[in-house]
């Protein structure tokens, strides 16, 4: 489970923190509009890479279908 919050949006890009479990220090995720993609620009520190790449899925999915981006949401899977 990630907790996700809207850290920056403008015509360049789009910035989530990401935070694993929903507690301890917050990640990263940076989507480029002009490249159509999200990278890991810090990971969450003593946590998981799998959790960076779930956030970073997610924000990328949300940017590409222009779903609407919320302010925050929690990301759960199995």
């Keep these: 489970m990630n ?9 360049e890009c789009i910035v989530y923190l990401y935070q694993p479990e929903g507690k301890g220090e917050w990640g990263e995720i940076t989507f480029v509009i002009a ?10 520190e003593d946590s998981s890479p799998a959790y960076a790449y779930k956030a970073t899925k ?6 590409r279908d222009k779903r609407g981006l919320d302010r925050e949401f929690t990301q759960a899977w199995y």
């Design 3 to 11: 907790k996700l919050k809207l850290k920056l949006f403008n015509d």
């Design 35 to 44: 490249e159509n993609k999200a990278t890991v620009t810090r990971i969450a």
């Design 58 to 63: 997610r924000v990328e999915d949300c940017a």
